[in-house]
């Protein structure tokens, strides 16, 4: 089983920063891509940053030179380092990660999970 535990949203003004993480754990043998998503209230949740394993980055329009996604492979953890921000970029982020799997006892790769985070609120006020 793999989980995903999100942490450091939360209510920020106008140009301020934050900087969500997102920590993998469970039975993992490597991770494929990790990204960021946002849904805003009435709206369908859309990708906002993607990184590969190695390293490469992409991101959505809106948030390109504001927003810089980062990970430590070393402990399964993405990072959205999140700056001018504003009133449209309030919504849910969640995180997502393309997880190998393994098992106790078996060696190499088990299995193949796309993983969710339960999503943390990030308000940004006017």
């Known amino acids: 089983q793999v989980q995903l535990v999100e942490s450091g949203g939360g209510l920020v003004q106008a140009g301020g920063s934050l900087r969500p993480s997102c920590a993998a754990s469970?039975?993992?043998?490597?991770?494929?891509?990790m990204g960021w998503y946002r849904q805003a209230p009435g709206k369908q949740r859309e990708l906002v940053a993607v990184i590969t394993s190695g390293g490469s980055t992409n991101y959505e329009d809106s948030v390109k030179g504001r927003f810089t996604i980062s990970r430590d492979n070393a402990k399964n953890t993405v990072y959205l380092r999140m700056n001018s921000l504003n009133t449209e970029d309030t919504a849910v982020y969640y995180c997502?990660?393309?997880?190998?799997?393994?098992?106790?006892?078996?060696?190499?790769?088990?299995?193949?999970?796309?993983?969710w985070g339960q999503g943390t609120q990030v308000t940004v006020s006017s």
């Open positions: 997502n990660a393309e997880v190998l799997t393994t098992a106790r006892g078996v060696p190499g790769i088990t299995g193949r999970v796309n993983a």
């Open positions: 469970g039975t993992i043998f490597s991770i494929n891509n």
